[in-house]
């Protein structure tokens, strides 16, 4: 029950810090409890497809903010350009948390 509990707390966080209205210690926070939940299911094999799928998810949507970044009105680009910021950050921690469950995969096969 507690992995179903950081997954979804995971899927909530991953929502949050998505929204570019965030207040910067909001998401500094957001971002703290969600590297405590991902450290709660970093050492569980089992959870290596749930967080393929965020990272995959996250690439996808990066991509999809950077190339609509060109078409942004020069009056909203600064703040298209924050969004985009913001998208990195979360999957650089996704990415990472992959590279971290996919070391524990090799190391045991």
Same mark, same amino acid.
């Given at each position: 029950?507690?992995?179903f509990i950081a997954r979804v707390n995971i899927d909530h966080y991953i929502g949050l810090l998505n929204d570019?209205? =965030?207040a910067p210690k909001v %998401? *500094?926070?957001v971002t703290t =409890? =969600?590297?405590q939940e991902m450290d709660k299911l970093r050492g569980d094999l089992e959870q290596h497809n749930f967080a393929e799928r965020r990272a *995959?998810?996250?690439r996808d949507q990066l991509k999809h903010l950077r190339s609509r970044l060109d078409l942004t009105p020069e009056r909203? %680009? *600064?703040e298209a350009e924050r969004v985009v910021a913001n998208v990195e950050a979360?999957?650089?921690l =996704?990415?990472?948390f992959c590279h971290q469950l996919r070391n524990k995969v090799k190391e045991h096969h």
């Open positions: 029950m507690d992995k570019p209205g =965030l %998401r *500094a926070t =409890l =969600l590297i *995959a998810d996250g909203h %680009r *600064a979360v999957q650089h =996704l990415e990472d």
